[in-house]
C-alpha cells in the first residue's frame, strides 16, 4: 500500500525558510491533490496546502505569502517550503493524501509526521 | 472564513455510546469526516462522507450530519478508543479542520 515518508530538518532558525521532502512509495504522485498539515505541539491540525500533478495548488490563506508547496513526478516526492519561520512554525509537519484522485481532502494516507522547531 | 467547532472534551465509561459532535454553518450541505488521533501517532481516518467506513475501522463506529451539526458515535467506547477526534470538511475553498475532542473512556 501506499506509504509517506516525511524528511527534513528538525531545527531551523527564526527568519530563515523551513524545507521538508514527503516521499511517496508504494504508488504515483499523480492524480491526487497531496496535502501538507501541521500541528503545534499540544494543539490541533492545521492544514497548509495541496498541490496537483498539474501543478495546481492551494493554500490556506493566513500562510499563503510565506509557503509554496511542489511536486517531483521524477523522484515521487512532494516538498513544503515555508519563508520567514517564527516560533509560531513550531509543529509536527505532515504529508497527506486523500482517499480519492477526485478529492481535495478527507486523507486516508498520513506520513508519520516530522517535528520541526523552530528556534535559535 | 469557515469554521467547525467541537467541544474540548466527552468522557464516557467503558460499553457506553459516546457521542462527540462538530458545528458549522450548513455543514449539513457537506461532507464531513473524522479522524482518531492517539497520542504519539498520525491521524487515522474513521469515518467520510459523512457516514461511510474506511475498511478496517470497526463498526462500533457511525456518523451522521444534518443542518449545522455532523456527530461521530462510538456504540460501546472501549479503552482503546481513548484518543482525540478531530472534524473535517471543505469550506471556503480550503480544508478545515475542528479543534478538537479529547474522549476519555474510564
Known amino acids: 500500500q501506499v506509504q509517506l515518508q516525511e524528511s527534513g530538518p528538525g531545527l531551523v532558525k527564526p527568519s530563515e525558510t523551513l524545507s521538508l521532502t514527503c516521499t511517496v512509495s508504494g504508488g504515483s504522485v499523480n492524480n491526487y491533490y497531496w496535502s501538507w498539515i501541521r500541528q503545534p505541539p499540544g494543539k490541533g491540525l492545521q492544514w497548509i496546502g495541496y498541490v496537483y500533478h498539474s501543478g495546481v495548488t492551494n493554500y490556506y490563506p493566513s500562510l499563503k505569502s510565506r509557503v509554496t508547496i511542489s511536486l517531483d513526478t521524477s523522484r515521487n516526492q512532494l516538498s513544503l517550503r515555508l519563508s520567514s519561520v517564527t516560533a509560531a512554525d513550531t509543529a509536527v509537519y505532515y504529508c497527506a493524501r486523500p482517499y480519492s484522485g477526485t478529492s481535495y481532502d478527507t486523507f486516508d494516507v498520513w506520513g508519520q509526521g516530522t517535528m520541526v522547531t523552530v528556534s535559535s | 472564513s469557515y469554521e467547525l467547532t467541537q467541544p474540548p472534551s466527552v468522557s464516557v465509561s467503558p460499553g457506553q455510546t459516546a457521542s462527540l459532535t462538530c458545528s458549522g454553518d450548513?455543514?449539513?450541505?457537506?461532507?464531513a469526516c473524522w479522524y482518531q488521533q492517539r497520542p504519539g501517532q498520525s491521524p487515522v481516518l474513521v469515518i467520510y462522507?459523512?457516514?461511510q467506513r474506511p475498511s478496517g475501522i470497526p463498526e462500533r463506529f457511525s456518523g451522521s450530519n444534518s443542518g449545522n451539526t455532523a456527530t461521530l458515535t462510538i456504540s460501546g467506547a472501549q479503552p482503546m478508543d481513548e484518543a482525540d477526534y478531530y472534524c473535517q470538511a471543505w469550506g471556503s475553498s480550503t480544508v478545515v479542520f475542528g479543534g478538537g475532542t479529547k474522549l476519555t473512556v474510564l
Open positions: 462522507q459523512d457516514t
Open positions: 450548513k455543514l449539513g450541505d457537506r461532507y
